[in-house]
């Protein structure tokens, strides 16, 4: 089954959000890069003559501000071009202009209907945003969820 769309930047934030919100390691991963430039400003700060609680509120603003640029990052590599993406039994196939690639679906960690929109999360957090606009009926938005989810599931028992 292939369905092609254009993802705009919203469905991009929207993505995010729905990652950020369901894993536990994206937030453990972003703890421990906030604490790492924390530790980094602030020690850096100490030789600035800065007094502590200056010095405390510039680290914690240079922390957050990397979060912030992590959370821009894929607004950033945002791709207006028509989408073109394929599930099959071996995995899922996308092509954006010249760019395409292949990732199996024991590379999916899961697959998450919403209300207007089709998650297709990685075991990287990385995710695909299908949505509603991509599918010609609710049929096959139904059609889409149950093979994508059949296929993910055969690959995990193998």
Excluded: C
Excluded at 2 to 31: G, P
């Amino acid at each position: 089954m292939i369905v092609k769309y254009r993802s705009t930047r919203a469905d991009v934030w929207r993505a995010y959000v729905h990652v950020w919100r369901h894993s536990l390691l994206l937030k453990v991963m972003q703890l421990a890069i906030f604490v790492m430039f924390f530790n980094a400003a602030y020690a850096w700060l100490q030789s600035a003559g800065l007094s502590g609680a200056s010095r405390l509120l510039l680290a914690a603003s240079i922390g957050l501000g990397v979060l912030l640029v992590g959370a821009a990052y894929p607004q950033l590599r945002f791709k207006p071009e028509e989408r073109s993406l394929g599930i099959g039994p071996a995995g899922i196939s996308t092509t954006i202009g010249k760019r395409s690639g292949v990732i199996a679906w024991a590379k999916v960690a899961r697959i998450t209907p919403t209300s207007d929109a089709v998650y297709v999360v990685g075991t990287s957090s990385n995710s695909f945003t299908v949505p509603d606009r991509a599918f010609s009926s609710p049929a096959q938005r139904q059609e889409f969820i149950a093979l994508a989810t059949q296929w993910m599931k055969e690959a995990r028992e193998r």
